[in-house]
């Protein structure tokens, strides 16, 4: 996610192509359609763009919903639903969607805050669906585990490199794409990973990984000799796998603000606030 002040260089360039592109021409739809008065003063925007075949969406103003996080010019205590007001604030750092969004959509912000405009954009797709991947990950790699204290090998070459595959393709997905989505086979996910690594999007390190459990996993499963990997090398890839897995869960990120934060509503419109 980045949020951009309006001290940023590059905020006047990004809230006008966003202006430009959706918000002016939704506005004069609007218009034309009789649905906003000629005198409609805007004070927030907001494009959702889904993964899937839907359209864009373009709020404005109170349709927008969105989690800010800002910070105090003074130590003035607030309670769950009390208003905050341009004055007692010093900027807007973060800028959300709240939980009750589509987690697989993008979004981009603009708000008006103290007479300023402060834009927000993130535009990882797919999020909901790469945490799920994770969360399943996260069971193979547990199995592959007690597969390794076990020495039971071909379990954990299995299991192992079943984990590696589901947080590719939760990394991958973060990028739209339906034939990823809809993919049932190893050679999609494979070839996808090993793609965007030469692109430099993933470590070398733990596509390598991915590679070498690729090799094991088809001797684990299916070769009719015995199978066992080096415990010292086992040990590295159960590594990588777990490294990976944070690197990928990372990025996938959560749309909850840090904790210890004390919401407050934003006045006069109605964008909650999380103060520090």
Not at 12 to 38: M, W
């Amino acid at each position: 996610m980045l949020a951009m002040s309006p001290a940023d260089p590059e905020a006047p360039s990004v809230f006008q192509q966003i202006i430009d592109i959706y918000v002016g021409p939704e506005i004069e739809r609007r218009r034309t359609a009789g649905r906003l008065p000629d005198a409609f003063t805007l004070h927030a925007a907001q494009l959702i763009c889904s993964a899937d075949a839907v359209p864009n969406q373009i709020r404005l103003n109170d349709e927008v919903q969105a989690i800010a996080l800002v910070r105090w010019n003074n130590e003035v205590p607030k309670e769950l639903g009390d208003p905050v007001f341009p004055h007692e604030v010093e900027g807007i750092e973060t800028i959300v969607l709240p939980e009750t969004e589509d987690p697989n959509c993008g979004h981009a912000t603009l708000l008006r805050f103290g007479g300023q405009w402060y834009v927000a954009f993130d535009f990882r797709y797919n999020r909901g669906r790469s945490l799920e991947l994770l969360a399943k990950a996260e069971q193979f790699r547990a199995a592959a585990t007690r597969a390794h204290a076990a020495a039971e090998w071909s379990a954990f070459a299995f299991n192992l490199f079943t984990a590696m595959e589901l947080a590719a393709k939760a990394e991958l997905l973060v990028v739209p794409d339906p034939n990823l989505l809809n993919a049932k086979s190893h050679r999609t996910v494979h070839s996808r990973i090993n793609k965007s690594a030469h692109l430099g999007n993933v470590d070398l390190e733990h596509v390598s990984a991915f590679n070498e459990l690729a090799r094991l996993r088809q001797d684990a499963a299916y070769s009719m000799q015995p199978f066992e990997v080096a415990a010292a090398r086992a040990e590295e890839l159960l590594e990588a796998v777990v490294a990976f897995l944070e690197r990928v869960r990372a990025r996938a990120g959560s749309r909850r603000l840090p904790s210890g934060h004390r919401p407050a509503r934003f006045s006069p419109s109605r964008f909650p606030l999380v103060t520090r």
